[in-house]
Every structure is written in structure tokens, then in C-alpha cells.
């Protein structure tokens, strides 16, 4: 199995760079037909996240949605799926930033109580305790 790196989601997932958009289908369509799969680790996650929303200007929906549709391809091997799923379904219950979802909810699957932070308003998704 073979790692992608951020720069081949967003190429995926934008196609703003029309050659390497276009490798990148390629290489997604061979492996739909080889049944080969791609690992995609959270960090890329995080910087997908990221990059969508500081340097695409996406709003929350369309990151959400974003990140929906890659956990919908079966050549996609996430580091923890559910992680991912959870987080998308958080974002739209929640108004808390999707980074912080993600920070949370690995606490959550580290089997951590909490996690610890001073930001107001966590706490009302149930994965934080804020330091007063």
C-alpha cells in the first residue's frame, strides 16, 4: 500500500492543476480496477482541512462535504475511518471548528476522558473540559 500526501487530495478533489488532476484520476481509476488502496492518514486530513478552508476559501458545509466524499471511495484506506466519519457528522451538529472536532475526537479514541482546553465553548460537544 501506497500513502497519499495532501497535494493529491486537493488535486483530486479541486482539479486545480489540470495535469496533475488528471494523474490523479488516472491513478484512482487504475486502482478501482486493481482493487488497490491508498492510505490517507489523519495529519493529511488535518492539512486537508486546512487547506480548503485558509487557502480555497471553503466554507464549513463544503469542507464537511469534502471530506464526506473521501471517506465515500473504497480505494481510500484512512488511518481511522470512523474518526473521520464522527467528525463529519459532529460538524454538522456542532458549530466547533473541524480541526478541534479532530483534536477531540482522537482524545476520544485514545481513550482519554476529555481534552483539556481553553477555549470557550468545546464543552458543549462533549470531548472538551475547559481550564478556568
Known amino acids: 500500500m501506497k500513502a497519499l500526501d495532501t497535494n493529491v487530495i486537493i488535486r483530486f478533489l479541486l482539479n486545480d492543476d489540470k495535469a496533475q488532476a488528471q494523474k490523479v484520476k ?3 481509476e487504475r486502482a478501482e480496477t486493481t482493487g488497490e488502496q ?3 492518514s489523519t495529519p493529511v486530513v488535518l492539512e486537508t482541512v486546512w487547506v480548503l478552508s485558509a487557502v480555497y476559501d471553503f466554507g464549513r ?3 464537511l ?3 464526506e466524499l473521501l471517506t465515500e471511495l473504497p480505494i481510500l484506506d484512512f488511518d481511522d475511518f470512523e474518526l473521520i466519519r464522527d467528525v463529519v457528522r459532529l460538524g454538522r451538529d456542532t458549530k466547533a471548528d473541524i480541526p478541534d472536532l ?3 475526537l482522537s482524545g476520544n479514541r ?3 476522558e476529555t481534552t483539556l482546553t481553553f477555549e470557550k465553548g468545546l ?5 472538551f473540559e475547559r481550564i478556568t
Open 110 to 112: 485514545a481513550g482519554c
Open 102 to 104: 479532530l483534536i477531540g
Open 65 to 67: 462535504q469534502a471530506l
Open 38 to 40: 491508498y492510505f490517507v
Open 123 to 127: 464543552g458543549r460537544t462533549g470531548l
Open 61 to 63: 458545509q463544503e469542507v
Open 26 to 28: 488516472t491513478l484512482f
